[in-house]
């Protein structure tokens, strides 16, 4: 049962610190994205991937936040510095070109 | 400025009746669209799409209509069954938009026993 796994589940830090998130697509998927689902705005797209490269991250904060993939199976998403209006749940999602798209469970992420 | 919108926040049923789900958008270059379920505590998963080309889609229980004139389609759940009770959102892509989706807020559906 192929699926996408996030860590951590959860995640409580405090204002300044750097937090990172990491995903492990489904094997097979070339195409990775990054949303972050907040109350107001639902579910909002970061970024995303395309056989690793950077395909698009205009809805991402650039002066704090960075998305990468060091290899085909971890993508990660990193705040430095976070800050208390990060507070979110962050999702990664998979799949093949054009196809489907596969969520994670997310990480829930708390900024004191 | 969101381009696809749930304008409930909330819906409650009785179980065995029909949930009605809306959904509006704004751009007219979105020619496909989704929508996901999501329990608490997990990530969204898909349900049901339609094509623009298409204006119904039907799986099972579940039926989605689009009205392309009024930019408007709907997520019908015929019956009802408390396993529904969750939060479903609308999602909308565009030819130009290549995989990006672009999500609503969500409508939290609660089916009463």
């Known amino acids: 049962d192929a699926r996408v796994t996030q860590t951590p589940r959860d995640k409580v830090t405090e204002m300044g610190q750097e937090v990172t998130m990491r995903c492990q697509p489904i094997l097979g998927h070339n195409t990775v994205f990054w949303y972050r689902q907040t109350m107001m705005q639902g579910l909002e797209l970061l970024a995303y991937f395309r056989n690793r490269a950077p395909l698009d991250d205009s809805g991402m904060p650039k002066d704090r936040f960075s998305a990468e993939m060091p290899d085909a199976t971890l993508a990660t998403l990193k705040i430095q510095p976070s800050e208390p209006r990060d507070s979110a749940v962050y999702f990664c999602?998979?799949?093949?070109?054009?196809?489907?798209?596969?969520f994670g469970p997310g990480t829930r992420l708390l900024v004191l | 400025d969101q381009q696809v919108k749930q304008n409930s926040p909330s819906l409650s049923v009785q179980e065995g009746r029909i949930s009605i789900l809306n959904c509006d958008y704004t751009?007219?270059?979105?020619?496909?669209f989704l929508w996901y379920k999501k329990y608490p505590a997990e990530g969204p998963t898909f349900l049901i799409s339609?094509?623009?080309?298409?204006d119904k889609n039907e799986d099972g229980r579940f039926t989605v209509f689009l009205n392309k004139s009024a930019k408007h389609l709907s997520l019908h759940i015929v019956p009802s069954q408390p396993g529904d009770s969750a939060v479903y959102f609308c999602a909308a892509k565009g030819k130009s938009s290549g995989d990006k989706l672009t999500f609503g807020t969500g409508t939290r559906l609660a089916v009463r026993p």
């Open positions: 751009n007219s270059m979105f020619d496909y």
């Open positions: 339609i094509s623009s080309i298409k």
């Open positions: 999602a998979s799949a093949r070109s054009k196809e489907t798209q596969y």
